[in-house]
């Protein structure tokens, strides 16, 4: 049974839950908590995913709690009735937390995909970090998408043999995904796509950004939108109103700025693809733009994926306006600085995570055996 929730969670998700349904031996059975709604059921549709169970658990302005609370009831009631011999929970949201501590609860193997990132602040990211490593204290197979998550699961007492390389399913998604040339559904992102115009693609969401570190976003991204009228900042916002509030009005009403509802993955990889420079404080473009070879500006202090920064494809340069301002500006008018990051690398995935995921989930369950890890390249 895999479980899942949030946006990231169901891309990451839907190659594992493809390949389990195309498996003989398994019966896939999905439950969502509907942690997200629409940035959820957007990937379902995309990946053609229906839930056979779906917690509903979202309520406008949740708290960490009520997600927490929510789930564990919610799978509380799934488990009495449905009682699977494994559940799959992916990385370090709350949703994925609180599944992996319900099952736990019920003595079900809890298999943790995406496991072993560590940025080593307890408070940052908040409260993924934790989350994760809640999630390692009950895990019973912990996928590690490189050797460094692997080496920080061995370091805090795992034991060796329940732990397999896989890659991160995240690129898997991406390989299937990105060349489907899928039509952007607002007109303005074809026409900039078809104009060779330069982008510069922006996400937020984090929570410890909010705020004022948000607002600072917005102002620089303003600065960048007049200093720069040959460039086209894209920002697909996401859901939470509070981002919203905090970065759409320094940015409302500029002429080389678009605001778009979150983007379906299909749309978004694309975006991503054409693309000249990527700002984000987001994990998962994290993961996916270096494969891509785009330079991406993580405005974060730390990172749990130091793999792409040690590459030279990311650079973490924090959320300070002055600081946004000027790295976008270096990498716009600095071409060997330009050339130096925008190498494609592809630290965290091979496209083969989700059947090394199966095949261990197979040895877990003693009908079969791992096959071989992912080498970083
Ligand atoms: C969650 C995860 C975070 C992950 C992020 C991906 C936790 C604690 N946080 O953060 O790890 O990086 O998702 O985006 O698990 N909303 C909607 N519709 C949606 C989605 C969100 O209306 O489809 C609004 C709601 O008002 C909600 C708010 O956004 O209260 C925040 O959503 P929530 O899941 O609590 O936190 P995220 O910041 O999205
Ligand atoms: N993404 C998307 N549409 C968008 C913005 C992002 O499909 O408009 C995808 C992106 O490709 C990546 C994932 O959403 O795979 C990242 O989600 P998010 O940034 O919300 O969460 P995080 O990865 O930080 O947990």
Do not use: W
């Amino acid at each position: 049974m895999p479980i899942y929730g949030t946006r990231p969670e169901a891309i990451k998700m839907a190659p594992i839950v493809i390949a389990l349904q195309e498996a003989p031996d398994f019966e896939c059975v999905v439950a969502v908590t509907g942690q997200h709604r629409e940035m959820l059921d957007q990937v379902n549709e995309l990946f053609g995913i229906v839930p056979d169970h779906d917690l509903n658990i979202l309520q406008q302005g949740q708290t960490l709690s009520a997600i927490m609370t929510r789930t564990i009831d919610g799978l509380d009631k799934l488990f009495a009735e449905s009682k699977p011999d494994a559940v799959i929970v992916q990385g370090d949201t709350t949703t994925s937390t609180a599944a992996a501590i319900a099952a736990f609860y019920h003595g079900i193997p809890v298999v943790h995909a995406e496991a072993g990132l560590r940025s080593g602040n307890l408070l940052s990211p908040f409260p993924e970090e934790a989350n994760r490593k809640i999630t390692s204290q009950i895990a019973s197979l912990h996928l590690a998408p490189t050797s460094t998550s692997k080496a920080n699961l061995l370091a805090e007492g795992v034991t060796e043999a329940d732990v397999v390389i896989t890659g991160n399913t995240v690129i898997d998604a991406l390989l299937t995904t990105v060349n489907k040339h899928i039509p952007f559904t607002d007109p303005q992102l074809e026409e900039l796509a078809a104009s060779g115009r330069k982008v510069l693609l922006v996400t937020t969401h984090r929570r410890e950004n909010q705020g004022d570190a948000m607002r600072g976003m917005g102002r620089a991204l303003a600065r960048i939108a007049d200093a720069e009228p040959e460039l086209t900042i894209v920002l697909p916002a996401h859901r939470n109103p509070v981002v919203r509030e905090a970065v759409l009005p320094a940015i409302e009403g500029k002429g080389n700025v678009i605001v778009t509802e979150p983007l379906s993955y299909g749309e978004f990889t694309r975006m991503l693809s054409v693309s000249h420079v990527v700002l984000t404080d987001s994990g998962g473009v994290q993961e996916e733009a270096p494969s891509l070879g785009k330079p991406v500006l993580v405005m974060r202090e730390n990172t749990e994926r130091p793999e792409a920064v040690h590459a030279g494809t990311v650079a973490l340069i924090g959320t300070d306006e002055e600081r946004i301002f000027k790295e976008v500006d270096r990498l716009l008018h600095d071409q060997d600085h330009f050339d130096a990051m925008a190498n494609a690398v592809n630290p965290y995935g091979d496209g083969l995570a989700a059947e090394r995921t199966v095949a261990a989930v197979r040895e877990l369950l003693g009908v079969g055996s791992r096959i071989g890890e992912f080498v970083s390249s």
